[in-house]
C-alpha cells in the first residue's frame, strides 16, 4: 500500500506504471478497488472502530 501511494504521485513503475502521474486524492481513493485497502488505510491513520 505505502508503495502504490508513493508511486500515485509519479510515473510509477513496474506494475505501478502510469501515463501521467496522480496527485490527485480523490482519484487516488477511487482507484483503491479494494476494500481492505480502505480498511488498512483507516488503521494506519489511527481511526478506530465505533463501539
Given at each position: 500500500m505505502v508503495q502504490w501511494f508513493a508511486d500515485n504521485a509519479t510515473y510509477g513503475s513496474g506494475s505501478y506504471s502510469r501515463q501521467k502521474p496522480n496527485n490527485s486524492a480523490?482519484?487516488?481513493?477511487?482507484?483503491?478497488?479494494n476494500?481492505?485497502?480502505l480498511l488498512w488505510i483507516a488503521?494506519?491513520?489511527?481511526?478506530e472502530e465505533r463501539s
Open positions: 480523490k482519484e487516488c481513493f477511487n482507484k483503491l478497488e476494500a481492505a485497502s488503521e494506519a491513520a489511527g481511526i
